[in-house]
């Protein structure tokens, strides 16, 4: 084998799977099929603290651009619920730089990284002498080869295992014979010149809006910030043009909404359109692969963040990639510890946070303001501040269902929390 395990898709959680199989002792490729690190850009660039910590990063100003402490939640009547989480929640950040240190930290492992090298197929080998599993004969240790295109040059690699880390579009899965990510939430952004009542929030405007999701405004200081959606993909026009399309939704609400308005200046510095896939495919492994991240559809369903999933899957997935080749058994069986450990660790918040998306996709702009309306009391504030996570929204759930909140909340939200648990 050329070697022991390689990685397709430079972004955080190809580096961070490429690492850790490092780190456990194999020897790796990372492959990008840009020219460069961490661009194109297709992210707000938010980041719970805890997703940071989960890359084994300290924030630093290398890719920190803003700390952020709550948010303001505008339902669609005005009306607005502050959140106040009372310290720093999360930091926005230069994906760019973010994609970059991570990269950094593969290639200090002893990473082998391969800029302008597209994975474009695989054909599988099977040795003669494995003993795999009834059903799955030969097929313990056979070699995957991995096609690429290198600065335009066809070649194929000799591996172990294939991680693919290659995104919403996850072209490993589907040469694999394995689902790709089923339910992709459009999105859009810009950058713009937006004056912030308070850079230490970000602002939230779910509704009709944006149906199925909401809009965001992130500041990056108090006179910019990235302004941006989702909405469900049965809404989105296919084409991507037209009323329905994410970028006519984006227009309507910057012209209309009157809070963004009178903050928003008008023109745009970057601009940005990419899917969120939420809801994870059944099945993340074959003989000699694996899938993580957005390829694996690991981001959450309620804010929609992937890296700090992704990260927490990459780690396993490195870590059992090496493993597997190392024993010399990369059959779908021995990889399947992959699938059943980052299941363990998040299927079950992936899961409360599909049935709150859905949940919330639902409600009208009418039961929105009721809904907001109902939290805006200062004992249920102190509850969200003290228990809200933007990584566990069930942490949060069980203490709404479970703190005799007020009778108001209960009849706008009740019959759904008890749903939930
Ligand atoms: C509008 C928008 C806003 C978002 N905001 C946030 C946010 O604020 N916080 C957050 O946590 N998440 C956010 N996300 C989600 C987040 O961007 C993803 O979950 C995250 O980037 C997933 O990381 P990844 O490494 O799995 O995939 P990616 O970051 O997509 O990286 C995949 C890499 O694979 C490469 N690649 C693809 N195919 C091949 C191939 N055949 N050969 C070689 N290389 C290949 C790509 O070029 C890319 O570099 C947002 C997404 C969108 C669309």
């Known amino acids: 084998m050329e070697y022991d395990v390689v990685v397709v898709g430079a972004g955080p959680v190809g580096s961070t799977a490429a690492r850790y199989a490092a780190m456990n002792g194999a020897k790796v490729l990372l492959l990008e099929e840009h020219a ?15 997703a940071v910590e989960e890359c084994d990063l300290k924030p630093s100003d290398e890719f920190v651009f803003n700390s952020v402490r709550g948010a303001f939640v505008h339902a669609p009547d005005g009306q607005c619920l502050p959140i ?33 090298t597209r994975a474009i197929g695989l054909e599988k080998e099977y040795s003669e002498t494995g ?4 059903g799955n004969k030969n097929k313990k240790n056979s070699p995957v080869k991995l096609r690429i295109i290198k600065n335009g040059k066809p ?9 693919g880390a290659d995104g919403v579009k996850s072209r490993i899965a589907s040469y694999a014979g394995l689902e790709k990510p089923a339910r992709v939430l459009p999105g859009i952004q810009i950058e713009a010149p937006y004056a912030s009542d308070d850079s230490d929030f970000v602002e939230l405007f779910p509704g009709s809006s ?3 999701f909401f809009v965001w405004t992130v500041p990056l200081n108090e006179k910019t910030s990235r302004i941006g959606l989702a909405i469900e993909p049965g809404i989105a026009s296919k084409s991507g043009h037209g009323e329905n399309s994410p970028f006519s939704y984006l227009e309507r609400f910057l012209r209309s909404n009157p809070h963004v308005k009178a903050r928003y200046s008008g023109g745009m510095l970057d601009f940005v359109v990419g899917g969120i896939p939420i809801g994870p495919q059944e099945k993340t492994f074959a003989d000699g692969i694996l899938l993580a991240g ?55 918040e992936l899961d409360i946070g599909m049935k709150i998306h859905d949940y919330m996709g639902k409600l009208e702009d009418n039961q929105l303001n009721e809904l907001i309306g109902s939290l805006n009391t200062p004992s249920i504030l102190n509850t969200i501040t003290e228990y809200g996570d933007m990584d566990h ?26 749903t939930l648990f």
Not at 36 to 50: D, H, Q
Not at 131 to 134: A, C, L, W
Not at 155 to 163: A, D, L, M
């Open 36 to 50: 460069s690190i961490g661009s194109p850009v297709g992210c707000t660039g938010l980041l719970s603290t805890r």
């Open 84 to 116: 106040d989480g009372k310290h720093t929640r999360a930091y926005v950040v230069s994906r760019k730089n973010f994609d970059r240190t991570l990269a950094v930290m593969a290639v200090e492992e002893g990473v082998d990284l391969s800029l302008k």
């Open 131 to 134: 003993t795999g599993t009834k």
């Open 155 to 163: 070649e194929t690699i000799s591996t172990s295992v294939v991680i």
């Open 210 to 212: 944006a149906p199925g």
């Open 294 to 348: 957005d390829a694996a559809g690991q981001a959450k369903p309620t804010s929609g963040g992937g890296v700090y999933t992704g990260a927490f899957a990459a780690k396993i997935a490195g870590k059992v990639a090496a493993e597997a080749a190392l024993e010399g058994d990369t059959s779908a069986g021995r990889l399947s510890e992959y699938d059943k450990l980052w299941r363990k660790g998040l299927a079950k």
């Open 393 to 418: 929204p069930s942490v949060l759930m069980r203490k709404l269902m479970f703190s005799g909140n007020s009778l108001r909340l209960m009849k706008a939200f009740g019959t759904f929390l008890k």
